[in-house]
């Protein structure tokens, strides 16, 4: 099976490639990606001869054409990901999200290959803290923020494909993740890299938004899944019951590095902040068989911080860039 990664230099996308070339050796991975900020060719270096690596952006159709042409399954990861970005400026997001993902479209529609989008938790909008339901595929869209709002329109995209030309497709919506080769600007390598430079973590307001994190390779293993048995046209949502509010990680954060519990600084809120999120998988368990394998959060996280401990090479050189960024929107 010859496989187009788009986005494979980025957090998830390098995780999936490793994941793989670990668990699916038969499987030969072409990678798309234009190596912005977020991308980093180092996540792929132990991997660089096993792969096909091609810099290029995903809105290009005379790129994307002849390597969705000799693919047989397009497994889309990029994305402009980051939400606080997106308040600052939500033009790149509107470029890679929405004419990213239509010009893949259209090629995987005039070649006939299998499209596999990836998307998020975020197009549901937000729960309260009491609400006893959780996301599923039923659940309406009703984004918040302009990140959430492009997935949201390219999720659309893929179904209007779907039903309109016939593309075979599935779309997977998967809560927060977490794990190696995450970058810095993201909430938990964030205040890790924080904490390894002394510096205390920053929380948005109180801290009691809610996300439900799932380690990255649970998110690739259930993408995996959904390739091999999954239904064309569903969409299935992904998650493994992590719900946490953010307090609650940055004092686990603070327990794991031996610091005290209240040694962390709340911060200005970020603007439309979603409340909480939280995904039923049931159909992905029940109808694929799927099952996370990583049900210890605190082991999960100890995991990651021994990783970006020994990783400081691949992230120092992001971390002040990321830091002034903040302070600039924060002024
Ligand atoms: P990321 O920001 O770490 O990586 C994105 C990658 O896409 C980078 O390598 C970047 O260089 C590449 N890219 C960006 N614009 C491009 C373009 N125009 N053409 C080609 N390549 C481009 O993102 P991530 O956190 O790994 O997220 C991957 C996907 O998973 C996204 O679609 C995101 O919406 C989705 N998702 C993320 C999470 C999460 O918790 N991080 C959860 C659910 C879904
Ligand atoms: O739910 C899936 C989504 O999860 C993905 O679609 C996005 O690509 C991914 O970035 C993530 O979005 P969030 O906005 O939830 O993630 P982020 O890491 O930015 O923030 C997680 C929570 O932590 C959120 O409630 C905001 C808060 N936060 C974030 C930062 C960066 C802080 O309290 N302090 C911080 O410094």
Redesign the pocket.
């Known amino acids: 099976m010859r496989v187009l990664v788009?986005?494979g230099?980025?957090?998830?996308?390098s995780n999936f490639v490793h994941w793989t070339l670990a668990h699916r050796p038969e499987v030969s991975i072409t990678v798309?990606?234009?190596?912005?900020y977020?991308?980093n060719r180092s996540s792929l270096a132990s991997v660089e001869d096993r792969i096909t690596f091609v810099e290029?952006?995903?809105?290009d159709a005379v790129v994307v054409d002849p390597l969705v042409a000799e693919a047989d399954v397009v497994i889309h990861?990029?994305?402009?990901?980051?939400n606080d970005n997106s308040l600052a400026d939500p033009a790149p997001f509107i470029?890679?999200n929405l004419i990213?993902t239509f010009t893949l479209l259209e090629a995987v529609r005039k070649h006939g290959v299998r499209y596999h989008h990836?998307?998020?938790?975020e197009v549901y909008g937000d729960l309260e803290l009491d609400d006893p339901h959780k996301f599923t595929e039923s659940t309406p869209y009703n984004p918040s923020s302009p990140y959430s709002s492009t997935?949201a329109g390219s999720d659309l995209l893929v179904r209007a494909w779907a039903r309109s030309f016939g593309i075979h497709a599935t779309i997977s919506n998967?809560?927060?993740?977490y794990g190696n080769f995450?970058?810095v600007e993201?909430f938990i390598p964030r205040q890790i890299t924080n904490l390894i430079d002394g510096v205390r973590p920053k929380l948005y307001g109180a801290g009691l938004n809610v996300r439900d994190w799932i380690h990255v390779d649970d998110h690739n293993s259930a993408v995996w899944a959904i390739i091999d048995r999954g239904e064309i046209g569903r969409t299935y949502l992904i998650g493994s019951d992590g719900e946490k509010n953010n307090l609650d990680v940055v004092t686990t954060l603070l327990r794991i590095f031996g610091r005290a519990e209240d040694d962390f600084d709340h911060v200005q809120d970020r603007p439309g902040h979603d409340l909480r999120y939280a995904i039923d998988s049931t159909p992905l368990q029940t109808e694929l068989g799927w099952t996370p394998q990583y049900t210890n959060f605190e082991q999960g996280l100890t995991d990651t911080v021994n990783w970006y401990r020994e990783n400081e090479a691949w992230w120092r050189a992001d971390k002040a860039a990321t830091e002034a960024k903040y302070q600039a929107s924060a002024s």
Request: aromatic share 6%; glycine share 16%.
């Open positions: 788009t986005g230099a980025g957090f998830i996308g798309l990606d234009a190596l912005t977020a991308g290029g952006r995903i809105e990861f990029a994305a402009e990901s980051h470029q890679t990213g990836i998307s998020t938790d997935k998967c809560s927060n993740n995450q970058h993201k």
